[in-house]
């Protein structure tokens, strides 16, 4: 190697790297000597402005500390900012919730619509001054001031609320409530209070004043599933919003806090009293003067009587929300916004969903502590023909069947038996009820009783609660037969199976998980039973069946361009569970929702401490969960799945199957007649419609007999009255009126309090 490189190269190279070092030693002590030398002419020149003493103290400090503290404020409220201008990032914001969408159930009647249509409504120049001006003076007087946090007006509504030791007054802006209404959630947090103060100013530096007012006017919800003042005023009053009068104007301006609270067609005299406040509020911010309001103070507004109008309104608002996300898959390119939208619902259905629903609270709810209902009513193929996400809407616009999360009991069961036939159980085999714990957790059954060895559909019939625990443990040991802790892998299974169900709910690992501890929505329970019918396959939830533009042109229709039913179990397992819970339905403990000549099937649910009572069943032509309960978790007076909810399953199943061809569900063929009741029975069948403690009450209480008694006596001491002064005027007495119509027997109340009372299944 030595002979192939020439001595005077090695000269060369070391000569290179010695000039190579040189240089680098010579730059690095060239350029510290320069920043040294400017160091130095920096501090000579800087020394001319320094300031000692009182001086420093009083103004150099405070403000390096401000600079200090201000870039690190920058640097937070950047950070702050970011979340909220994540929302923006779509160019089409403006346009986002600009739908304007026109339903049609599956026959193609109209039923209502949704959305608003920026590019027809009014322009801001042809809303009555009154209506501005009383939107001004009570959600943001300084509305043409601020850069849209009114910092004045949050401070006097957080010194009010103080003094008040409540919430008085709010202090979000026009422009604040605008970026919540196009934005974020109505949920009462930090983090959207501030996503909100930077969308405002966000807003205000892309539109004017006028636009951010007259898209505030358009797009706030104004109760009664309208959106905007022009909405509301069709509403409420049956005219244009250029047409309201002062009284109208307030009545309308009063609506922007609480819309729910103050619709006057639902409760007048609460929306009179905030108009009043609006009228107020006018005197106090100088708009109008007392004697101006002084008319509308003695003659407030009416509102149209709408509580004969119909409207499925929580159905609308679900479907609305999926024609949103429809619309959002479809290309960028796309501009319509006004659709035509055919949907799944039956007319006939829905209102004997939303009859049913109000006709066993307001007959029983009181007895049984029970508030609040949710149902849906789903075809095979996933199409909702009914949805009730409350009693009252005009009360609440929370969907509980959509939005809220409820343990569903027993009614969960179902799911694990289907796990536990697909690891080789069978209807037949057979499980020990006996005592079992996992951990420090021991399931008890209803009756605190064991019933010793059941065959599972014994089991799923009487809703025993230990064999579902016991199979999760066994499916588990099955799994993996030296596992430390099988009923965690079993749990899994079951979890993996009810995914394949259609079920999205977190469904948390918990030992209690078998018996339906996890919580899941109405309208998903009632979706994932399908399953059963529809020989093992899963589908998906929908509303819309058809969206077409305005002019007709049809854009997407879901038996072509909708995600299509997946096989989630083999079909025999789906025939053997719908053999199961058809006992549940004939001979356990939902007798109550059988349906005449009709095969059905189901399951019962009840929570701990009665908190939610469930029936969700299926025919071979639909399927449906009912739900009863209290929105504040409130126990029920021991309310069980077998009660309300299976009456009310009935009674809308019922409804549903007029004038239907009825199918035959794999697993169990065609229904069964059922058998006839003697007169005496069909005489008595509606007070024993529902069978569970506390039934309804009797049709006359004690305390009622007794206020009729004196009520009689009372009417014949006047008779007897009435013919003394007829006698000492000289004049015939007339007869006295018999009062024998309002005179009971006396053992009456006895009868009715020694009825037989509801038994409880």
Sequence with gaps: MRQIIPPHWKQKVRNFFLDLDARIDSSLFSSAKGIRELYERYSTFMDRFYVGRWKRWVFIEPLSEAATLGLGGLVVMLTLAIPAFRETADEDWLKKSDLAVSFLDRYGNPIGSRGIKHNDSIPLEDFPDVLIKATLATEDRRFYEHFGIDIAGTARALVTNAQAGGVRQGGSSITQQLAKNLFLSNERTIERKVNEAFL???????????????????????????????????????????????????????????????????????????????????????????????????????????????????YLDYAFDEMRKLVDTFPKSYTERVFVVRLAMDANVQKAAEDAIENQLRQFGRDYHATQAATVVSDLDGGIRAMVGGRDYGASQFNRATDAYRQPGSSFKPYVYTTA????????????????????????????????????????????????????????????????????????????????????????????????????????????????PNRG????????????????????????????????????????????????????????????????????????????????????????????????????????????????????????????????????????????????????????????????????????????????????????????????????????????????????????????APRKN
């Design 200 to 314: 405002a100013v966000w807003l205000e530096w892309r539109l004017t004043k006028n636009e951010i007012l007259k898209l505030y006017l358009d797009r706030a919800y104004m109760g009664g599933g309208t959106f905007g003042v022009d909405g509301a005023a069709h509403f409420y009053f049956n005219k244009s919003a250029r047409d309201v009068t002062l009284a109208e104007a307030a009545m309308l301006a009063g609506l922007f806090k609480a819309p729910t609270k103050y619709a006057p067609h639902i409760n007048l005299p609460a929306a009179r009293a905030r108009a009043n406040v609006v009228l107020d509020n006018l005197v106090d911010a100088g708009f109008m003067t007392e004697g101006q309001v002084f008319g509308a103070r003695r003659n407030p507004a009416f509102a149209v009587d709408r509580r004969d109008e119909a409207s499925p309104n929580y």
């Design 421 to 532: 036939l697909l690891n080789g159980f069978t209807p037949n085999s057979i499980v020990v009820d006996g005592p079992v714990c996992i951990g420090n957790w021991c399931p008890q059954n209803y009756g605190h009783s064991y019933s010793g060895a059941v065959t599972l559909t014994q089991a799923i019939t009487r809703s025993i609660n230990v064999v579902p625990v016991k199979l999760s443990i066994a499916i588990g040991q099955k799994e993996q037969p030296k596992a430390p802790n099988p009923a965690k892998i079993g749990r899994a299974k079951i979890v993996e199976v009810a995914r394949r169900f259609g079920l999205k709910a977190p469904l948390p690992d918990t030992p209690s998980l078998p018996i339906g501890s996890d919580e899941v929505t109405v309208l998903e329970h009632a979706v994932a039973y399908a399953t059963f």
């Design 537 to 756: 396959k899963s589908v998906t939830p929908h509303s819309v069946l058809e969206v077409r533009t305005g002019a007709g042109d049809l854009v997407w229709r879901w038996d072509r361009d909708g995600p299509k039913p997946k096989q989630a179990i083999p079909p025999n397992i789906a025939a053997d569970m719908a053999g199961m819970m058809s006992h549940v339905v004939s001979e356990g403990t939902a007798r109550r929702a059988a349906l005449d000549g009709i095969p059905t099937a189901g399951k019962t649910g009840t929570t701990n401490a009665y908190r939610d009572a469930w029936f969700v069943g299926y025919t071979g032509n639909f399927t449906c969960a009912v739900w009863y309960g209290n929105d504040d978790y409130s126990p029920t007076n021991r309310m069980t799945g077998g009660s309300l909810p299976a009456q009310t399953w009935h009674d809308i199943m019922v409804a549903a199957h007029q004038g239907v061809e009825v199918r035959e569900i794999p697993g169990i063929g065609m229904g069964q007649k059922l058998p006839p009741q003697p007169m005496a029975a069909q005489a008595n069948a509606a007070p024993k419609v529902l069978e569970t403690k506390p039934g309804p009450p009797p049709v006359l209480t004690k305390r009622g007999a007794d206020i009729l008694v004196r009520v009689e006596k009372l009417l014949d001491d006047a008779a007897k009255t009435a013919n003394k002064s007829s006698a000492n005027d000289g004049k015939p007495a007339k007869p006295a009126s018999s009062t024998s119509a309002l005179a009971f027997p006396q053992n009456y109340a006895e009868e009715n309090a020694n009825a037989s």
